[in-house]
C-alpha cells in the first residue's frame, strides 16, 4: 500500500481567482443608495428597534 502524501499534488489544484467580472458588475447590489434609501433604512430601523421594546412592554402589561 503507498503513503497518501505520493499522490497528493497541490500544484495540480486550481487556484480561486474569485467571482467573474462581468457577472460581479451586473449586480443590483453595485449601485450606490440614494439619500430617499438611507433615510428608508433609518425610518425602518427607528420603528423595528422602538416597537420589539413596545411589544415586550404590552406583553407584561398583559400578563405573558
Do not use: E
Amino acid at each position: 500500500m503507498s503513503s497518501p502524501s505520493r499522490h497528493y499534488r497541490p500544484q495540480a489544484t486550481p487556484r480561486f481567482r474569485g467571482p467573474v467580472r462581468s457577472a460581479a458588475s451586473s449586480s443590483p447590489f453595485n449601485k450606490p443608495l440614494s439619500f430617499k434609501a438611507k433615510v428608508m433604512d433609518v425610518c425602518l430601523v427607528a420603528v423595528w428597534g422602538a416597537s420589539i421594546p413596545g411589544l415586550l412592554w404590552l406583553g407584561s402589561m398583559g400578563g405573558f
